[in-house]
C-alpha cells in the first residue's frame, strides 16, 4: 500500500513560531504525514519565540528537509501533496512565492503546489501589512492560495496567547480540512 501523501509545512523567518508548533503537534496528534522544512530565518525565530530548535519539531513530522536541498521528493510535482502550509509567512518568502523565484526548498515547493493546483495556505504575521506585501498576498490569493492572516478571535473571548495560538493553528488546520477540537467558533444566532 502506498503512503499516505503528506501535508507540506514551511517554516519561514517571521515572527509566530508557536502558530507552526502547535500546527505540527496537531497535524501529528491527527496521524497526518508531514514533510517539514525550515528556512535559516526560522531557526532564529524558533529559539526566540519558543526556546527551541528545529530538532525540536522533528518528532512531529515524517519527512524533514534542509531548505537548501532543491532535490528533495517535494521540490517536484511528480511528488504527491496534501498541499503546502507557510507558518509564519514572511514578507520575503510571500513575495519570492508571488513572484514565482523558487530559490529555496520552501520557496520551490510552494510554486510546486501552486503549479499543480494543491491548496497553499500562507499565514503572514505582519503588522501593518506595507503596500509591497498587500500586493503579494494579493497575487498569490488571485493564483489560488489561501492567505490567512494571523489574527485573533477576540469574540472567543481568548485567555491567554495559548488559546489565540489554538485558534489560529485551527484555523488552517479548518482550511486542510483535518478535524480538531483547538476552538470552537461562534455558534449561529449568537452575536460574534
Known amino acids: 500500500m502506498p503512503e499516505e501523501p503528506p501535508i507540506v509545512v514551511g517554516v519561514s523567518g517571521a515572527s509566530g513560531a508557536p502558530i507552526a508548533l502547535r500546527l505540527l503537534r496537531a497535524l501529528h496528534d491527527a496521524q497526518r504525514p508531514v514533510a517539514l522544512v525550515v528556512s535559516g530565518g526560522a531557526r532564529a525565530v524558533l529559539r526566540e519565540e519558543c526556546g527551541i530548535d528545529e530538532s525540536a519539531l522533528r518528532p512531529y513530522v515524517r519527512d524533514a528537509y534542509d531548505d537548501g536541498d532543491l532535490g528533495a521528493p517535494i521540490a517536484s510535482g511528480s511528488r504527491r501533496t496534501r498541499g503546502m502550509v507557510v507558518v509564519p509567512c514572511s514578507g520575503n518568502t510571500?513575495?519570492?512565492?508571488?513572484?514565482?523565484l523558487g530559490d529555496t526548498l520552501l520557496t520551490r515547493a510552494a510554486q510546486v503546489t501552486l503549479k499543480e493546483r494543491r491548496p497553499l495556505i500562507v499565514v503572514p504575521r505582519e503588522t501593518p501589512i506595507p503596500t509591497t506585501l498587500l500586493r503579494h498576498l494579493t497575487t498569490l490569493s488571485e493564483l489560488g492560495a489561501v492567505v490567512l492572516v494571523a489574527s485573533p478571535a477576540y469574540y472567543l473571548h481568548p485567555r491567554s496567547i495559548d488559546d489565540v495560538?489554538?485558534?489560529?493553528?485551527?484555523?488552517?488546520?479548518?482550511?486542510?480540512?483535518?478535524?480538531?477540537?483547538?476552538?470552537?467558533?461562534?455558534k449561529a444566532g449568537e452575536a460574534p
Do not use: N, Q, S
Open 94 to 100: 510571500a513575495a519570492k512565492i508571488a513572484l514565482g
Open 165 to 186: 495560538t489554538d485558534y489560529l493553528a485551527g484555523k488552517v488546520l479548518d482550511h486542510l480540512d483535518v478535524p480538531h477540537t483547538l476552538y470552537t467558533g461562534w
